[in-house]
């Protein structure tokens, strides 16, 4: 029996956050990342949904973290894994497929 599949979201805007420049814009880091974890973990069910910080759109939870996302700064992208913080700014790999670990999703090398 696999993993029950995880919703990974990332909040993130067209233009780059002020302290995130010479980073890739949040919808190439949302590219990247759904690649590496499709590496990472193939033939496991993850979704993954992008929610743009000044336009959000979706459930009244995406649109409030949206807003929490301006208001308190976060450097963004901000990736987000049942509603825990798992990535901000410059997500890391290591932290995210560790996440994903303690929901049963097995790494393939």
Request: aromatic content about 12%.
């Amino acid at each position: 029996m696999g993993p029950n599949e995880v919703e990974i979201v990332l909040y993130g805007a067209e233009v780059l956050c002020p302290s995130c420049v010479n980073l890739p814009s949040s919808k190439e880091t949302f590219e990247w990342l759904e690649a590496a974890i499709s590496r990472k973990f193939p033939n496991q069910p993850f979704k993954m949904t992008y929610v743009d910080i000044f336009q959000p759109s979706g459930d009244n939870e995406k649109i409030t973290f949206a807003k929490r996302v301006i208001e308190e700064d976060l450097f963004y992208p901000v990736v987000v894994i049942n509603e825990k913080i798992v990535g901000e700014g410059n997500p890391r790999l290591k932290t995210i497929f560790a996440e994903l670990a303690k929901y049963g999703y097995i790494a393939q090398s």
